[in-house]
């Protein structure tokens, strides 16, 4: 590609923090409370302050209902869309990765990972090999995950989730349990690109669900899963009122060039309207 755009990637873009283990102990639920959020305090106090006001975001919603039919579509790897910049064209090709310039010189970069793939790992692949490193007496991420979002929960599910959790919740939980979910749910927040340093917003349509943020350096990350593909489509150099505006677009357009729906799609932002259809 003729201009590097990081873009770090395992589907759901978890970069889980070194040595962030921890050993729940005590003789009541409270004292196993009292210890989670000690740890997370801990953890807390080893990042960056940037990185610490981050982690008390609470999880926002991209507002998609005012977007209007008015941009021209853009198709790459195997989605199409609209920007407000107009209509993209692919300049490198990868096919499960491309590059795309602008009319303006705005780029971006997409990569996609289909669900279908050998090396797709969903979200209890991730955690069943976050378990592989408990501490003895530890409680198994993959079993409060489940108790909490149900059998076969989602990368989307899971990671709204994980987003809508703060440090403050950890000593407020009422069960242990409760604290030791809250606690994963921090460390995997702390770890991932999107929340690092930045508010994180959700969206949900017919055609795709997924996150976006944008950090003050004006990096812009979008990722996004359709009925079986996993998207992370990247922009750099954005203000931060045109890069919600470019997001909010792109989330309330895209959609797999098969236009097949999410399964039981509930979503209240229908986007059966765009390009005139």
């Known amino acids: 590609m003729n201009k590097t755009i990081t873009v770090t990637i395992s589907v759901i873009i978890l970069v889980?923090?070194?040595?962030?283990?921890?050993?729940?102990?005590?003789?009541?639920?409270?004292?196993?409370?009292?210890a989670a959020a000690a740890e997370i305090q801990q953890i807390m106090q080893e990042r960056s302050e940037e990185n610490q006001r981050a982690l008390h975001y609470e999880l926002k919603e991209l507002d998609l209902s005012t977007v209007q039919d008015e941009y021209p579509r853009t198709e790459a790897v195997g989605i199409f869309f609209a920007t407000p910049w107009g209509a993209g064209e692919v300049t490198d090709d990868r096919e499960t990765a491309a590059m795309l310039?602008?009319?303006?010189?705005?780029?971006?970069?997409?990569?996609?990972?289909?669900?279908?793939?050998?090396?797709?790992?969903?979200?209890?692949?991730?955690?069943?090999?976050?378990?592989?490193?408990q501490l003895p007496g530890q409680a198994s991420s993959l079993e409060l995950f489940t108790d909490k979002l149900g059998e076969g929960f989602s990368e989307y599910e899971m990671m709204?989730?994980?987003?809508?959790?703060?440090?403050?919740?950890?000593a407020a939980a009422a069960t242990?349990?409760?604290?030791?979910?809250?606690?994963?749910?921090?460390?995997?927040?702390?770890?991932?690109?999107?929340?690092?340093?930045?508010?994180?917003?959700?969206?949900?349509?017919?055609?795709?669900?997924?996150?976006?943020?944008?950090?003050?350096?004006?990096?812009?990350?979008?990722q996004v899963w359709t009925h079986n593909n996993w998207y992370g489509l990247s922009m750099q150099d954005l203000d931060s009122g045109n890069a919600q505006e470019v997001a909010e677009v792109i989330a309330a357009t895209l959609r797999p060039i098969d236009g097949a729906k999410l399964p039981e799609a509930e979503s209240d932002n229908s986007t059966d309207n765009y390009f005139g259809e």
Not at 183 to 196: D, P, Q, R, V
């Open 16 to 34: 889980v923090v070194a040595g962030a283990g921890w050993y729940f102990f005590g003789n009541s639920s409270q004292s196993q409370i009292d």
């Open 101 to 133: 310039e602008f009319p303006n010189g705005q780029e971006m970069v997409i990569m996609s990972s289909s669900r279908d793939a050998d090396d797709y790992e969903t979200s209890q692949d991730f955690l069943m090999e976050m378990d592989e490193d």
């Open 160 to 170: 709204k989730y994980v987003f809508s959790v703060t440090p403050d919740d950890v």
């Open 176 to 222: 242990s349990e409760e604290a030791q979910l809250r606690a994963y749910a921090i460390i995997l927040k702390a770890g991932n690109m999107l929340s690092s340093t930045a508010q994180v917003y959700h969206f949900q349509t017919d055609y795709a669900e997924g996150f976006w943020s944008s950090s003050p350096q004006g990096e812009s990350l979008l």
